[in-house]
């Protein structure tokens, strides 16, 4: 199984994301920020995107056109505004909120429920008793990860806490407009288009703040800029790592294990590493949990899963 090694590496790579990640929120200090550095790595995505584009041509591969057709890069563009304001800004600034690294990755791939729900509503697709359990040992992983909070407690959370639960809900939505779009793009031109949308739409979002606030600043710190380049970079070999693991014969659920459960081990070991983040009992328990929850979530269809498709609109 030679493509489990870019299921490790894409899981890794994502781990890079959340520390530089981290570096930009904490060295930034506002939304406004947060949207300057999405608007650099929407930048070197949008580019890296072209100049593949362009190499993929001067070598006669056959490439789809960087205007395919207007259903295609409508959807690149819908896929692009929901994955720049939450998953880039809304992200980044999370961590600007104080978020641990560790307890906010398993939180985001808490996405599984609300998008079990939307496959439930939109595609009829029934859950079985096994899913349903794996969904609930999540819930207790989750628990487990924010250090066994009691009901009287959950309140007093951090106020991270609820922001990052936005990622997880829009990032189901992000996953059902992929699914509902069905569209299969070239993965450089895929990138064009969502880096593209990403600067235009982080820029509207410091415009907007520009306009309503009276103490907007923008101090891009040589730290926050190498931040901002390092996340943008990371994006490029994160999609090679998917799109090479689904080439090299690895399946949907699989993948999700392996890739899932090295980016949630590699993220909560770096926090704690790096940034100083608290190892806690919870933090063992939640990630032992996480691995059960998927294992029955996917079932069956951990070995006869289909492939992804590579085009899928899935770049963040």
């Known amino acids: ?42 930048a070197i995505q949008c580019l890296s995107g072209f100049m593949g584009f362009l190499a993929g041509q001067r070598v006669g591969t056959k490439l789809t056109a960087l205007f395919p057709d207007l259903r295609s890069v409508r959807w690149a563009i819908m896929f692009g505004l929901m994955a720049s304001i939450f998953g880039t800004v ?36 029934k859950m079985t008793a096994p899913q ?26 951090p106020i991270w806490v609820p922001a990052v639960l936005v990622i997880t809900f829009t990032q189901s939505i992000n996953e059902a407009l992929s699914r509902a779009a069905s569209v299969k793009l070239d993965h450089w031109v895929n990138n064009f288009w969502v880096g593209g949308t990403t600067v235009l739409s982080c820029l509207s979002v410091i415009l907007l703040l520009a306009v309503f606030s009276d103490k907007l600043t923008l101090n891009p710190t040589p ?34 294990i392996i890739m899932q459960g ?29 691995f059960v929850s998927v294992a029955l979530t996917q079932g069956g269809k951990i070995w006869g899963a289909k492939h992804e498709p590579s085009g899928a609109l899935s770049a963040k």
């Open 1 to 42: 199984m030679g493509w489990t090694k870019f299921a490790v590496g894409e899981g890794v790579a994502k781990t890079v994301s959340s520390l530089s990640g981290k570096l930009i929120g904490t060295t930034g200090g506002s939304l406004a920020m947060s949207a300057l550095a999405g608007t650099v790595i929407g």
């Open 90 to 125: 809304w992200s980044i600034y999370t961590f600007t909120l104080g978020a641990d690294i560790g307890i906010r990755t398993l939180l985001i791939m808490g996405s599984i429920i609300p998008g079990a729900i939307l496959d439930r509503i939109f595609w009829r697709e």
């Open 132 to 157: 349903i359990l794996g969904i609930l040992v999540f819930l207790v992983a989750a628990w487990a990860m924010l250090d066994f909070p009691s009901l009287g407690t959950i309140a007093s959370l």
């Open 223 to 256: 730290i926050f800029v190498a931040g901002a380049m390092l996340t943008g970079i990371i994006v490029v070999p994160m999609i090679a790592f998917k799109l090479l693991s689904y080439k090299g014969g690895g399946t949907i659920a699989m993948k999700k």
């Open 262 to 290: 090295t980016y949630l081990i590699t993220a909560v070991l770096a926090g704690i590493v790096v940034y100083h983040e608290p190892l806690t009992m919870g933090k063992g328990v939640g990630t032992g949990l996480f």
